[in-house]
């Protein structure tokens, strides 16, 4: 097993930054998800730990060795790509074993080492097949075992999933986080689906325009985001988010957005701030109670076991109602019934107006 580890790496463009001062450890036989929306860096980054792109500044190890002068067949990274990068004209065994081929192994070792990587991840049926010939959730199996069979230091893997319907793509991160255990190697894995982030990774990696801004496991990342963009970016359903203030009002101090209170640490300064909270932390009930808003059910997502309902809470003194999206398990709601909205205030996130995460600003007990 190998770590992997980036010291204040920038990756320049011309005028453009991709990459801007990430320094990032892998530890060994971690599964890393690097996450974040298109041209964030992510795969800029995976390249640079690959070699194929050459950083502007600052270093790259792989384990204790310092690569920055390596050639990317030389760092001993097996990397899958999106699109898989098969040769269609090749059948499935010759893709597995191209790259033995090429450093000369011997053929009965290389027969062997396809079979046994073949058996491993179920498609020794599929060997005198071409890729043409496969499903998508194949092909991905193809292009894993053409990395695993050259018993790589580590595995980068850029989007591997994102080509496969939402059925197969399900069952493929069952499969990847089998083998990741199967092996013990360490994988380093780029999306920008948080669901495949959070259900893959040991630790997830966040990154916007270039930067690195919360590298934690998923628990934390998501409990805890270290500002805004972090928490409306990871979670699903997303956070839902309210621009309020920080009022006294006698002896309670709260957050207030129209009519929506949520009480806050006493002596809490007064002055503009984001409420954060997921929708699993909002309750939509049928009578009222202690700290509950009046509202009516404006729309329904049904999903399964959960259904996404929008409420809508009227406004004060003129003012627009509030909409919120909720997380509950009845089918008994349907659009404009009346219900009662609560907020549980002790989970709430709290963003300061540069929407840094304030953690310090949630009551001990809140009644909302």
């Known amino acids: 097993m190998t770590g992997i580890r980036l010291e204040h790496v920038t990756k320049r463009f011309k005028s453009d930054v991709a990459v801007d001062d990430v320094s990032l450890e892998v530890k060994d036989g971690e599964f890393m998800v690097i996450l974040g929306p298109s041209g964030c860096g992510k795969t800029t980054s995976l390249r640079m730990i690959a070699g194929l792109e050459v950083q502007t500044s600052g270093h790259v190890y792989i384990g204790d060795m310092l690569v920055d002068d390596y050639e990317p067949r030389e760092r001993n990274i097996a990397m899958v790509f999106q699109s898989y990068a098969l040769y269609p004209h090749m059948r499935v065994a010759e893709n597995i074993g191209f790259g033995l081929k090429v450093r000369h192994t011997p053929k009965a070792e290389i027969r062997e080492r396809v079979w046994n990587v073949a058996v491993q991840l179920g498609i020794e049926t599929t060997l005198n097949k071409r890729p043409s010939e496969l499903s998508g959730g194949q092909r991905q199996r193809v292009a894993l075992a053409r990395a695993i069979v050259r018993k790589p230091e580590a595995f980068l893997l850029d989007e591997p999933l994102s080509n496969l319907d939402a059925k197969v793509r399900t069952n493929a991160r069952i499969e990847l986080k089998r083998i990741h255990r199967q092996l013990g190697e360490t994988f380093v894995f780029v999306t920008h689906d948080q669901v495949e982030a959070m259900t893959l990774a040991d630790r997830i990696a966040v990154m916007d325009r270039g930067h690195l801004l919360q590298c934690g496991t998923p628990h934390d990342v998501l409990t805890h985001p270290v500002n805004r963009f972090v928490g409306t970016f990871v979670g699903s359903p997303e956070l839902v988010v309210l621009d309020g203030a920080i009022e006294t009002r006698g002896s309670e101090t709260a957050y207030v957005h129209g009519p929506i209170r949520v009480p806050v640490r006493a002596g809490a300064p007064a002055g503009p701030m984001t409420l954060g909270v997921r929708p699993w932390d909002i309750s939509v009930e049928r009578s009222p109670g202690e700290g509950r808003l009046a509202a009516t ?72």
Do not use: C, K, M
């Open 297 to 368: 059910v404006a729309g329904l997502e049904r999903t399964g076991s959960h259904d996404q309902v929008f409420v809508e809470i009227p406004g004060v003194a003129g003012g627009a109602p509030v909409t919120l999206r909720a997380l509950v398990r009845s089918y008994d709601f349907n659009i404009g019934d009346p219900v009662w909205v609560g907020i549980d205030g002790t989970r709430a996130l709290f963003f300061d107006p540069e929407g840094a995460l304030n953690d310090s600003l949630a009551a001990p007990s809140a009644g909302h």
